[in-house]
């Protein structure tokens, strides 16, 4: 079967720096999308990783290990306002997307 | 109005009632999708438009029933639901459903069944 795990919750302090790892195993891998979801909000896009390597957008990075059936996504500089949701969602062979439960990031101050 | 809209955004039915989800994305996207979130639980997807046609239905009970009348609008029509079937249901839209491109969501209705 398709599996995705992350961790349920993690917690973090402002100013500090998270790293949110997540495995997969899917049929097919057409790369691997992070989303960040406030709580009563939408899902919005993050980051997209398809070859392996660490990607930098501003003070979020996501890595791939395509080897590994792993990623992580990491957070710099932490601010109140990224406490949130993070979805790792892999897209298998047919283009769909295989979603983890998420990983509620609290931030302390 | 931009991205994805979803109305209504909190509804309350009993299990006999019938009602609708509407979405509409103003992104000139072809490809529209109905998600379920559960609390703690991994996206479900549920049904996938592609150019208005109907490419994938996840083992979706009868008592839902979309509906995609052109790409910009999908409707999730509801009846007889359980109290089971209340969560979080997202709609969602790229531009196509056969390439990697990401999804733009909607802020999700949130269905309560009595």
């Known amino acids: 079967g398709q599996n995705i795990d992350q961790p349920t919750e993690m917690t973090a302090t402002e100013g500090a720096i998270v790293q949110i790892n997540c495995t997969y195993q899917?049929?097919?891998?057409?790369?691997l999308f992070w989303y960040q979801q406030h709580a009563g909000e939408a899902p919005t896009f993050l980051s997209y990783?398809?070859l392996d390597g660490l990607e930098e957008k501003g003070r979020f990075s996501s890595f791939l290990s395509r080897s590994k059936g792993y990623s992580y996504l990491l957070l710099k500089e932490l601010q109140m306002k990224d406490s949130a949701s993070y979805l790792c969602?892999?897209?298998?062979?047919?283009?769909?997307?295989?979603w983890g439960a998420g990983t509620k990031l609290i931030i302390k101050p | 109005e931009t991205g994805v809209t979803q109305t209504p955004r909190h509804l309350v039915m009993g299990m006999t009632n019938k009602k609708s989800l509407k979405c509409e994305q103003h992104?000139?996207?072809?490809?529209m999708y109905w998600y379920k979130q559960s609390a703690k639980k991994p996206l479900e997807l549920m049904f996938v438009?592609?150019?208005?046609?109907?490419?994938e239905n996840n083992s979706v009970p009868s008592r839902f029933s979309p509906e995609c009348p052109n790409s910009s609008h999908l409707f999730l029509h509801l009846h007889t639901l359980q109290p089971e079937d209340s969560a979080l249901y997202l709609c969602?839209?790229?531009?196509?459903?056969?390439?990697?491109?990401?999804?733009?969501f909607g802020p999700g209705t949130r269905l309560t069944v009595l």
């Open positions: 969602a839209s790229s531009q196509d459903s056969g390439g990697a491109g990401e999804q733009f």
């Open positions: 992104l000139g996207h072809n490809a």
């Open positions: 438009y592609n150019f208005k046609e109907q490419t």
């Open positions: 899917t049929s097919g891998f057409n790369g």
């Open positions: 990783n398809v």
């Open positions: 969602a892999v897209m298998d062979s047919n283009y769909q997307l295989i």
